[in-house]
């Protein structure tokens, strides 16, 4: 008969050795504390998996290395620097992460901001639109009532058509900057966003009403507000005009009687979703790129219809393409 099996001293310890690692070795692991800044660190790239670059190879593989690293940083400064790289990388350049400090910087020094403002000469308007970013709704109503009004007041005198100047237009809250100029910019959906899944939000343009798809308005104004048929409008830009600046020229793309000159924009024409976190850091993520009435997406920087290499022969082509017109 054969020998029953016996058990070697060996054998039991083997077993015992992978007893002991089934049912506690990942307990071991779960055990040892996740540390302030590895939580913040997951927290912050949950928000980043919406980046317009967050289906791809190099953004799993950054995500995975972060999380590996997360516990080894030995600063929420050091988590803030690195949250700044993840967010590039899954936002693309337009993105970013500023730290508590870099935010309340940044809102310390644009806390009085240029508004729009209009004139005209020799039958043309001009008018200049600056960058503007505010988290305060009176100081966004009244940056898109200005500009309103701005328009409005230089219409009666205007014959020949608009300048409308975007150089070094930094951008900012959107929503407030288009309303400021929508007299120029005829009703309709005339820019959408585009989103990496290949769905699109429209948003369409009534008078000065900025309204969504689901109907909400997203911006609006109760001054009187100028009705210009057709206007003929050239648009200034350069390197300088990024973000809500490109939205307007996106928005203004195929419109009739629009013309551009200068030089290319900066390549932001994108929206970013902001975030807020508890200790005041601010991440901007892009989720979708500009798309115009025609259905062209834009993703880069814009060039403009006529180049022009000097900044002061720019106001001066646009001028003398309007009067050609008039």
Known sequence: MPSKRTWTTGAVAVLAGLIFLTFFGPSIHSNVPETAEERYVRRVLSSMDKGINA???????????????????ESM???????????????????????PEQTLAYREANGDHALPEASVKDRIGLIK???????????????????????????PTVQCGWILDLRS?????????????????EDGEVLSYAYPDGSTTGLRFEGPRIIAPDGSVWS????????????????????????????????????DGVRSFGRDTRGYPSLNDLVQMDDGAILAITVAHNQDRLGKVYDGPIPPDEKVLSYNDDEASAREWLLAQC
Request: aromatic letters at 4%.
């Open 220 to 255: 609006d104004s109760a001054v009187p507000f100028p009705r210009i048929d057709s206007p003929r409008v050239t648009i200034l830009q350069d390197r300088g005009t990024v973000s809500a600046g490109e939205a307007i020229i996106v928005a203004l793309e195929g419109q």
């Open 77 to 99: 400064a050091a988590a803030h620097a690195l949250l700044d790289r993840l967010a590039r990388i899954a936002g693309g350049p337009h993105s970013s992460f500023s730290a």
């Open 169 to 185: 237009h930094s951008g900012g809250s959107i929503y407030s900057i288009l309303g400021a100029v929508t007299p120029l910019i």
């Open 129 to 155: 639109v600056p960058g503007f970013a505010s988290d305060d709704l009176e100081a966004l109503q009244h940056y898109t009532d200005t500009g309103i009004l701005q328009i409005a007041e230089a219409a």
């Open 55 to 73: 289906d791809t190879a190099q953004w799993r593989q950054a995500r995975e290395d972060a999380l590996a690293d997360a516990g080894d940083l």
